[in-house]
């Protein structure tokens, strides 16, 4: 039986960026970027970052169906704690610029 490699938990971490709120404007306007919202959908109406697209159990597989893998990716949640286990699973999805937003739309929203 052949098993094909897998990444571990820190190979993964090395393969997406944590940044701050403050970086995210100057990243929105410096490539183009698919900025995902991973918090549930009460939270994102009251407030999220522009161009955000909620993400969800229901429409993830769409997503990931109609989104390039070389096109760049932030994610993030409510504290920055869920949206690096998110972005890990981008990574093992094939996408390979991938960024979490440390503090999350708390620290966004503060900035």
Do not use: W
Request: glycine share 8%; net charge negative.
């Amino acid at each position: 039986m052949r098993m094909e490699p897998q990444l571990n938990l820190i190979e993964m971490e090395s393969k997406y960026e944590c940044i701050s709120g403050k970086k995210v404007d100057d990243l929105i306007n410096e490539e183009k970027l698919k900025i995902i919202d991973i918090r549930d959908e009460e939270s994102f109406k009251y407030g999220h970052i522009p161009n955000a697209i909620n993400i969800n159990d229901s429409n993830i597989k769409r997503f990931l169906d109609d989104t390039s893998k070389n096109t760049s990716v932030l994610i993030y949640c409510y504290h920055g704690n869920n949206s690096k286990g998110a972005a890990e699973y981008f990574i093992s999805q094939g996408y390979k610029k991938v960024y979490s937003l440390d503090g999350g739309y708390s620290e966004y929203k503060g900035k």
